[in-house]
């Protein structure tokens, strides 16, 4: 079978991707995911809450902010205003059957050949062939655990069940950005001691995009941590080096300093992205992946990608309220190339 769009992801920018190509008639548009709707957030930490708030403001023409269709509000449906990953999975499940939206998990992707105009997928459940596919893997499936030398020794955000769960009384956690704040007040409401370095202070950082600074809600939350006076904010500390000893563990900053301690420290050193699977089909600017202006690949026409880790000029789509504007864009562009493509497999 010849699929018109293959998503690749059924998180909310591929959900709500295959919303927008439903909305304009597309037929033929089959969502795969390695684990199953939602699989992002089921995974998350038992303790974690969206930070954008959730408000059935939609009737007045303010989407919820975590919505992944305008008419619906994810408030109203879940009855919460920060939802847990649980939840969050659970209201993205309701929008897929609702909608009758086409997902086939668990089906992981691990290739895609271009042949001619089409594409070719190799996935764990044979090969699949589409006119275009949209790289919607998210991050949260990709962590960054080798940046560093030693940070394997960490225990990365990710990998977190339950705070509690983590043995020890003193910890260092590696990044002071929206996970490694949310990973000290989690220690800290346990009663633990905290010390949170990161290399460019984002606590202090007053920026409107909270893109790049700390959301309301977790200053909020850091302001009630620093009240126990267990948490330790340090700046300037660019970590360069995680080593285990006979004690513990070691972490080295960029200044020669040393900090020990008896629990594994927590990287909170964020995720090095879903297209990085696929790494050869982009075209790379260091860290972040070229994208012509309707955020497909450089390198191959019909191949999009969608979610946090898209850039553009000057902005970064990393909250679904931000992300969710690209869905007309991207929808134009398939659109147009179902158009002009042919519909044969070229040898
Ligand atoms: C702790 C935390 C808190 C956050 N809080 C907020 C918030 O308050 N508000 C907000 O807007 N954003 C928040 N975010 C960001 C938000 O979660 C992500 O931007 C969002 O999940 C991205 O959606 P996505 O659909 O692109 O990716 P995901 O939700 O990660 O979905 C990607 C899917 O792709 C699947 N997948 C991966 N690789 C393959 C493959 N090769 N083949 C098949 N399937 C594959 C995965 O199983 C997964 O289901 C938070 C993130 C974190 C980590």
């Known amino acids: 079978m010849m699929y018109n769009v293959l998503i690749v992801g059924a998180g909310p920018s591929g959900i709500g991707m295959a919303l927008e190509l439903q909305g304009r008639g597309l037929q033929d548009v089959l969502i795969v995911d390695g684990s199953g709707v939602g699989a992002s957030f089921e995974a998350w930490p038992e303790e974690t809450r969206f930070i954008t708030p959730s408000f059935p403001s939609h009737a007045y023409g303010c989407p919820d902010l975590n919505a992944v269709e305008m008419g619906a509000s994810v408030a109203s449906d879940l009855g919460v205003e920060h939802p847990s990953g649980v939840q969050y999975a659970r209201y993205l499940r309701q929008v897929v059957d609702h909608h009758r939206l086409q997902v086939k998990a668990p089906v992981r992707v691990l290739d895609l050949h271009p042949r001619g105009d089409l594409w070719e997928v190799v996935t764990t459940n044979g090969n699949l062939t589409s006119r275009s596919v949209i790289w919607a893997t998210g991050e949260y499936s990709d962590p960054n655990t080798d940046s560093i030398p030693g940070l394997e ?31 000290a007040c989690n220690l800290i409401a346990l009663g633990k001691t905290v010390k949170v370095f990161d290399r460019s202070a984002c606590w202090q950082d007053t920026a409107s995009d909270p893109s790049w600074t700390l959301s309301p809600v977790t200053r909020e939350r850091l302001l009630q941590a620093q009240t126990t006076r267990r948490i330790e904010l340090v700046d300037g500390a660019d970590i360069i080096r995680v080593e285990s000893t006979q004690e513990g563990y070691q972490v080295q900053d960029s200044q020669g300093h040393l900090h020990r301690t008896t629990s594994r420290p927590v990287n909170c050193l964020g995720f090095k992205g879903g297209a990085s699977q696929i790494s050869d089909r982009w075209e790379w600017s260091g860290h972040e992946v070229k994208l012509t202006p309707e955020d497909q690949s450089t390198l191959h026409p019909g191949l999009f990608l969608l979610g946090p880790q898209v850039r553009q000029p000057g902005e970064i789509f990393c909250f679904i309220y931000k992300f969710r504007t690209r869905f007309p864009l991207v929808a134009d562009a398939v659109q147009r190339r179902l158009n002009t493509t042919p519909t044969e497999l070229s040898t």
Do not use: Q
């Open 153 to 183: 020794e960490c225990v990365h955000y990710s990998a977190v069940t339950r705070w509690s769960t983590l043995a020890g009384d003193h910890f260092l956690v590696l990044g002071g950005g929206e996970s490694g704040i949310d990973a």
